[in-house]
């Protein structure tokens, strides 16, 4: 299947997210049929690990100055 994303550029801002919230929908009611891919897990992992470690944690400010450089 193609899709024509030159319309969906086309779409103002709240089509946009109006055509998003459509598809997310579509996907939720399907998720039965669908098979995560292996790495899916360990990033979540991962990234549940990274809960446990506090001290790791980046405050919004240097997550914006490491965004900036």
Same mark, same amino acid.
Request: charged share 30%.
């Given at each position: 299947?193609?899709?024509?994303?030159?319309?969906? #550029?086309?779409? /103002?801002?709240?089509?946009?997210?109006?055509?998003? =919230? +459509?598809?997310?929908?579509? %996907?939720?009611?399907?998720?039965? #049929?669908?098979? /995560?891919?292996?790495?899916?897990?360990?990033?979540? =992992? +991962?990234?549940?690990?990274? %809960?446990?470690?506090?001290?790791?944690?980046?405050?919004?400010?240097?997550?914006?100055?490491?965004?900036?450089?």
């Amino acid at each position: 299947m193609l899709i024509d994303t030159k319309k969906i #550029d086309k779409l /103002p801002l709240s089509g946009q997210i109006e055509l998003m =919230e +459509a598809v997310m929908g579509a %996907l939720g009611q399907n998720q039965t #049929d669908f098979e /995560p891919p292996a790495w899916h897990l360990d990033d979540l =992992e +991962a990234r549940a690990q990274e %809960l446990n470690e506090p001290e790791k944690w980046l405050t919004f400010e240097e997550v914006r100055e490491t965004l900036k450089s």
